[in-house]
């Protein structure tokens, strides 16, 4: 279709070669050389480079993939390069040198996020007019965060909430922490459990304690996760939404669109839509009311759900 319908006349690439969309199709030492025979001129990742190319060599020996299909190939991948100028360029000179690396993150590429997140940050709902929150109004927040775990990237996944807090401290707000019982036990408490941890927390002197309550959710999916619901960290966790009663409550996604199905209780929603700095601290200016919020959405958020919507 890509070479006949379409008159596409470029180089095509597989997806990654290990997903399972792929190799389920057939055996590896099949699949390999009709991919190549089918159209593709490339493949994207090996999953094992001996046993590949040893594959791709048996099907081009059995005639698979034949000396037409093999120069066609060969011809767009090496035409693609020579567009690039690769063939022109040292080997050190095929990625960019410390210095052009340095332009990342640079105070221009900054000023683009800071313009993006002030355009994105949405505000989804605010029913009971808890906005705007102030450290002035409000000065004792409660802090909790969500994650969904740890990636195959294995990075920390509630290192966001970091920057919240300095964020919110920078902000003038006083920030306090809530820690799950196994976040308690791995700062070193003992007998220690999520009973324990409610409480703690859930105790009647709460909006003596704090002000207002934020909750950061930073849950993020991969590839087939478009849409993740929100795990607690136990069953009756006293992370759950349940001080909305106490406290104005503000729920922040980093990440997932749809998280009003997992805390419909909350009144104010806000979609962040990112967890870099510069949507933290434009989602945090946004609540203060030093900015509007310039965000849309569409009906998808309530989850077609009535109570998502109070």
């Not at 199709?25 to 025979?37: F, N, S």
């Not at 593709?40 to 590949?52: H, K, Q």
């Not at 410390?98 to 949405?122: F, M, N, Q, W």
């Not at 409610?198 to 991969?222: P, Q």
């Amino acid at each position: 279709m890509l070479r006949g319908e379409l008159g596409f006349n470029g180089l095509i690439l597989t997806d990654a070669s290990q997903m399972v969309g792929l190799t389920q199709a057939k055996k590896r030492k099949d699949l390999v050389p009709t991919t190549i025979a089918a159209g593709c001129d490339m493949f994207l990742f090996f999953r094992n480079p001996a046993e590949d190319f040893q594959y791709m060599l048996d099907g081009y020996k059995s005639g698979v993939v034949s000396d037409q299909r093999l120069h066609d190939a060969l011809r767009r991948i090496l035409g693609l390069k020579a567009s690039l100028g690769l063939h022109k360029k040292l080997p050190e000179e095929l990625t960019p040198s410390p210095e052009a690396l340095r332009l990342i993150g640079s105070e221009a590429h900054l000023a683009v996020a800071a313009e993006i997140a002030d355009k994105t940050v949405t505000l989804i709902k605010d029913t009971a007019g808890n906005l705007p929150i102030t450290p002035e109004t409000h000065k004792r927040i409660r802090l909790y965060g969500i994650s969904g775990g740890s990636d195959f990237t294995r990075a920390d996944p509630l290192a966001y909430l970091d920057t919240v807090k300095e964020e919110l401290e920078i902000a003038g707000f006083e920030v306090h922490l809530f820690k799950t019982a196994e976040q308690r036990e791995a700062a070193g408490e003992s007998g220690v459990n999520f009973m324990t941890v409610i409480s703690d927390e859930a105790t009647g002197d709460y909006a003596e304690k704090y002000d207002a309550a934020f909750v950061f959710a930073n849950v993020k999916g991969f590839a087939q996760e478009a849409a993740i619901r929100i795990k607690w960290s136990s069953p009756m966790a006293a992370e759950i939404p349940w001080y909305v009663t106490e406290v104005p409550t503000v729920f922040v996604s980093l990440n997932q669109p749809n998280h009003l199905i997992d805390v419909p209780m909350v009144k104010t929603a806000i979609n962040a839509h990112a967890g870099t700095r510069e949507a933290i601290r434009a989602t945090i200016q946004k609540i203060q009311g030093k900015s509007e919020f310039q965000g849309t959405f569409n009906e998808n958020v309530f989850c077609d759900s009535f109570d998502t919507r109070l």
